[in-house]
């Protein structure tokens, strides 16, 4: 009877893991919003009692305007020579990382060093803040050559006479390296003229020298033509590379169709166009068939099999002999094994094909490449006639140009001469003040600054608290994290009842009202989407069990007050309203209630049964006097025994529950708590399904796993999650409640 169904419950898939959404994450810090409020205040907290302890920072600044002089400055339609380099630019980069330069921190920092005695190039260079300045034009923000430099310390007059000792040091400094300029520059000058006439003077001797020796009259004509005719067989040379190329991946690609080299193609072309030789390869292709069905049945010592064996090698033999007939050589040359000779001679009329194909590309393929060898053989010929060209046009058309370049070089020079000192003594940079440096203003410490950094930090350090809290604490909150940790099918979801429907309400469904005496589970069975819940749990049980029904159902929990009782009476009334004829047993035995919730007398019950001996009567089973419209019979537990586990594993138990199943279309059996006592286990042990209701919030991982490990040896069909906050109907949260 209980197993009849456990192959079916047992053989449902498990759910998937649902991955965590916002909504799962949104509730964990719902949940433990006093770790993730109690995070965020503290570390507010921490930077705001840290800001007040703060020192107060100033901050000065000043502004220098960086400006090359490297640029000639000339009026319209002068064509004289310029000596001033054109492609320098104004690189205000390269500048800002010379004034941050330890040289001239140092200077700066010996000037400071009387007044200051705190400061030097590492404390300088921190608390120094030197960028350029951007302004708007247009749409664009563009880089100009103004550098902005600020300086930051506790002392406000202080960052200012720092600025001021920077601005001498950086005015000094430009001032030093004009001079230089000035200096080397015109010293360079003096040295190039000499230089320059020199070389003049050697470039016209070698000019002179060559046209004597060479006797050059006009080589180019000459030249040309045999670099025509070169170009023109270069063209010839690419064309047939081409053909070449062409042909040879032809080649490769028919071998590699056919795996095989072009011999290889060939002698396995022969032996498949033999037909003795496949004559007897469709021979040993039969014995090695019957060979394989013997060994299936036989061992290898066998006669039959060794017959087989034998004649197998006869045949191979054969087939060596008529291909080395074919082939006129010995059949071990053609492949080192028996199945490489077997694999050789069979190519159907597509590889024979190809195998035609291969020869031909092959045939292709070397007379491409004997035609490329004889136009590379031309080639060089001629290359080697023009060798005697290039030396002489190249030494002719180095010297005049050579002459002509110097002999410019030095008319410039001599032109330039004074005109170089002035643009020499103009280059460089200058450093000019555009804004002089005050006095500092404070800018730290910024409370709001440091308020957002300490609500930033407190936000990650309460979601981490938050989550930690939420991965030690083993209570199972959410339908998912029920069926992540039961492994099995989730039939449904019970709501968990508002504290404002907890009142005396009338009973709707069933015409009458319910006074302030009626226990709270009478409340919850006549709220509408409880029983809606219900009617869909006991449908997705009868389609679960669909050609099979369940005649029988234990519905148990892991521990007490996790709604076992109120889901055991809502799946009798939903049973019901579907014209069902219920039992409802209440099998606790040791702390039975429900004839209490339903207000019955319990002078006999399921224990009076189990314990006596007579026929079964109808005395013991009542009717459901508060559902007395519907088809819904009770059998109350009845006094409390001394042994409840030796009359619930009685022979007794199991024959009152075959009568049960045979006057009954359901019969629900609310069983106490698996975990502590066998009692559930016994009476799903009779029943065809078991149901194991777990309460949000109430029962732990642990408890459900020991739970569902003790159930799923039997008949364990799936898991109820009472109390879900996802189990609300909404279709009832957007439909006004009927008066």
């Known amino acids: ?24 994450l949104f509730g964990v810090l719902m949940r433990r919003k006093i770790w993730f409020l109690g995070a965020i205040a503290g570390t507010v907290a921490l930077a705001a009692g840290v800001t007040a302890f ?81 302004e708007l034009r247009g749409n664009e923000r563009v880089t100009t050559n103004i550098v902005e430099m600020s300086y930051i310390d506790h002392d406000r007059v202080k960052t200012r006479e ?3 000792a920077l601005q001498r040091v950086y005015q000094d400094y430009n001032l030093e390296q004009q001079r230089n300029r000035l200096t080397k520059g015109l ?33 180019e004509e000459q030249s040309r033509s045999l670099v025509e005719s070169l170009r023109e067989l270069q063209k010839d040379q690419q064309s047939n590379r081409g053909e070449l190329a062409s042909a040879q991946a032809r080649f490769a690609a028919l071998q590699q169709q056919l795996a095989r080299s072009p011999e290889q193609a060939t002698i396995a072309s022969r032996l498949s166009q033999s037909r003795q030789y496949q004559a007897l390869l469709t021979e040993i292709q039969k014995t090695e068939v019957a060979l394989a069905q013997q060994q299936t049945r036989f061992t290898s010592k066998t006669p039959f099999v060794q017959q087989l064996l034998e004649q197998r090698q006869r045949q191979i033999a054969l087939l060596q002999q008529e291909a080395q007939r074919v082939l006129g050589v010995e059949a071990g040359s053609i492949a080192g094994s028996d199945a490489a000779l077997f694999s050789t001679g069979q190519l159907g009329e597509n590889d024979l094909k190809f195998a035609s194909d291969l020869t031909q590309a092959q045939v ?14 031309e080639a060089q010929r001629l290359q080697s006639q023009l060798q005697r060209f290039p030396t002489l046009l190249a030494e002719y058309n180095r010297l005049l140009p050579t002459v002509k370049l110097h002999r410019d070089t030095l008319d410039q020079l001599e032109k330039a001469r004074q005109e170089l000192g002035l643009e020499i003594a103009r280059g460089g940079f200058d ?27 407190g936000l990650m350090l309460g979601c981490v608290a938050a989550f930690l809290r939420e991965s ?55 709220w509408a989407p409880f029983r809606e819940s219900l009617d869909l749990i006991y449908k997705n049980l009868q389609l679960m069990t669909d050609g099979n029904p369940l005649r029988s159902l234990v519905v148990t929990s892991a521990l007490a007050g996790e709604g076992k009782s109120t889901v055991a009476l809502g799946l009798a009334i939903s049973a019901a309203r579907l014209h069902q004829r219920v039992l409802l047993i209440d099998a606790d035995l040791r702390r039975p209630g429900l004839h209490q919730q339903l207000q019955l007398p319990n002078e006999h019950g399921l224990s009076t049964l189990l314990t006596s001996d007579r026929a079964l009567t109808q005395a013991a089973i009542q009717p459901a006097s508060t559902y007395s419209d519907l088809p819904i019979s009770v059998l109350t537990a009845g006094p ?12 007794r138990m199991r024959d009152l529950m075959t009568v049960f199943e045979q006057h009954y279309d359901l019969v629900i059996l609310d069983a106490p708590p698996v975990l502590g006592i066998v009692d559930a286990l016994l009476a799903a042990s009779f029943c065809d399904g078991a149901l194991l209701v777990g309460r949000m919030g109430h029962v732990n991982k642990n408890e459900v796993s020991q739970a569902v490990g003790m159930l799923s040896r039997l008949n364990l069909v799936g898991v109820v999650a009472n109390c879900s906050e996802s189990g609300h109907s909404y279709y009832y949260r957007s439909t006004p409640t009927p008066a």
């Open 1 to 24: 009877m209980a197993q009849g169904n456990l192959t079916l419950f047992n053989s449902s898939s498990p759910m998937q893991e649902p991955d965590p959404g916002y909504g799962q």
């Open 54 to 134: 703060m020192p107060p920072t100033y901050q000065s600044t000043m502004q220098m305007l960086v400006e090359s002089n490297y640029r000639e400055r000339r009026a319209p339609g002068d064509n004289r020579p310029s000596f001033a380099d054109p492609n320098v630019e104004t690189d205000t980069a390269t500048q800002v990382n010379l004034m941050r330069s330890t040289p001239l921190l140092q200077r700066a920092v010996d000037e400071l060093k009387p007044r200051y005695s705190d400061v030097d190039v590492d404390r300088l260079r921190r608390r120094l803040n030197i960028v350029q300045v951007q």
């Open 162 to 164: 720092v600025l001021k």
């Open 187 to 219: 010293s360079f000058i003096d040295r190039q003229i000499p230089q320059v006439q020199a070389k003049v003077d050697k470039a016209e001797a070698d000019l002179e020298r060559f046209r004597k020796s060479s006797n050059l009259v006009d080589p």
């Open 364 to 377: 292709d393929f070397f007379a491409a490449r004997a035609r490329d060898q004889s136009l590379v053989a």
């Open 431 to 457: 450093w000019q003040v555009v804004e002089q440096a005050k006095v500092g203003r404070q800018v730290g410490p910024n409370w709001m600054r440091n308020i957002l950094i300490g609500g930033a930090a």
């Open 472 to 526: 030690a604490d083993k209570s199972i909150r959410t339908s998912e994290d029920l069926t992540k940790q039961a492994s099995i099918p989730l039939i449904g979801m019970v709501p968990e009842l508002p504290m404002s429907e907890l009142m005396p309400t009338t009973n709707f469904a069933f015409g009458r009202s319910t006074n302030a005496g009626d226990t709270s589970m009478l409340q919850v069975l006549h």
């Open 640 to 651: 409390t025994p001394t042994d409840s586990v030796k009359l619930l594993s009685s022979k």
